[in-house]
């Protein structure tokens, strides 16, 4: 029999996710997506991603740019119900005509988003270790190295939800 993972509620989590449950809970209307629901069988891995995700939002990208980043990784790591949550959050940025070329991995007209998309996956397919030529490239559409490390932040993030909410079903 495979395990599986409870839909929990603020009631039923364990108890050392019920103050994060109750936060989320209250930022959604009061109620709990499956995603976080299912994440808070494991308090620990909920509360990193939940930090890790704040942290990224506090980084220097910009809202469209953590998007791209975002859908880059979920559609790469299959995650369904992160592809559906950002296109929907890219639809409120106004761009969400960007949603069709980055399901089919096409390069984004934008050569700024281009180059994101691309040093993305070049940090995912290299873990990391990305050449000096993918660096100047990232340089040279307009990021700094801040911002290449916040490209590792965010790809650690959303590596992490992505995978949880595979591994759970969400």
């Known amino acids: 029999m495979p395990l599986t993972f ?3 509620t603020i009631d039923t989590a364990p108890s050392e996710a019920t103050a994060t ?3 989320v809970a ?11 629901a299912r994440m808070a069988e ?6 990193a991603f939940l930090t890790a995700s704040r942290l990224f939002q506090g980084s220097d990208l910009t809202p469209l740019e953590q998007e791209v980043l975002i859908l880059t990784v979920a559609l790469r790591n299959r995650c369904e119900v992160c592809v559906e949550m950002h296109t929907a959050t890219l639809r409120r940025l106004g761009h969400g ?3 069709p070329t980055l399901r089919d991995g096409d390069d984004l007209d ?11 996956h070049q940090v995912m397919d290299s873990a990391g270790g990305v050449t000096d030529a993918d660096l100047a490239s990232f340089a040279d559409a307009g990021f700094t190295s801040r911002q290449a490390l916040d490209v590792v932040l965010g790809v650690g993030a959303y590596t992490l939800s ?4 595979r591994l759970t079903r969400a």
């Open 97 to 99: 005509d960007l949603e």
């Open 6 to 8: 409870p839909d929990h």
């Open 21 to 23: 449950l109750t936060r």
């Open 42 to 47: 494991a308090p620990e891995l909920l509360d």
């Open 26 to 36: 209250s930022s959604f209307g009061g109620q709990l997506p499956a995603a976080v």
């Open 162 to 165: 992505t995978f949880a909410n």
């Open 110 to 120: 934008d050569p700024r988003l281009s180059a994101l998309q691309y040093f993305t």
